[in-house]
């Protein structure tokens, strides 16, 4: 059983590393690579995310900087679309979402690009998270009465 799992960690990290360099480019997949031991030694992935440093993402034709990424988030959430892919759950441009546990904003900011006239809330109470919230995201492509923390 133990073999299994860590086949499947050894296995999850590959993708991310590859997810990375799909994002990100080659740049920021080999400063991700060479941050890899923090994460055995921390058994946390944020020291390889944060040595990614600052990037941007396409989110429904918003260009979006990033101070904090978390590959997997990006990929689950914008990439394969894994909360929006279904057509019952369509968020309206007036609409108002709360994203209760919104972690680093990655829903916030995809909610934020649909719902172009209405409301977003996010909420997170984890203080290190909250932090990286209240840094994600762009003035300048989000106004600020539009991205509420």
Request: net charge neutral.
């Amino acid at each position: 059983m133990i073999e299994k799992r860590k086949s499947n960690k050894i296995s999850d990290e590959i993708n991310i590393i590859l997810t990375t360099k799909r994002l990100f480019g080659f740049k920021k997949m080999i400063k991700f690579v060479f941050a890899l031991p923090k994460v055995i030694y921390y058994h946390w992935n944020r020291p390889a995310y944060e040595s990614i440093g600052n990037c941007k993402i396409m989110i429904n034709e918003l260009e979006i900087f990033l101070k904090h990424v978390d590959v997997r988030y990006i990929d689950e959430i914008i990439v394969k679309q894994s909360y929006t892919h279904n057509e019952e759950f369509f968020i309206h441009p007036h609409y108002t979402v709360v994203d209760l546990g919104a972690q680093l904003g990655i829903f916030t900011l995809l909610a934020a690009s649909y719902a172009k006239n209405g409301k977003v809330f996010s909420v997170e109470p984890e203080k290190e998270s909250y932090q990286f919230l209240c840094e994600n995201g762009s003035v300048e492509t989000i106004p600020e009465s539009h991205y509420n923390s």
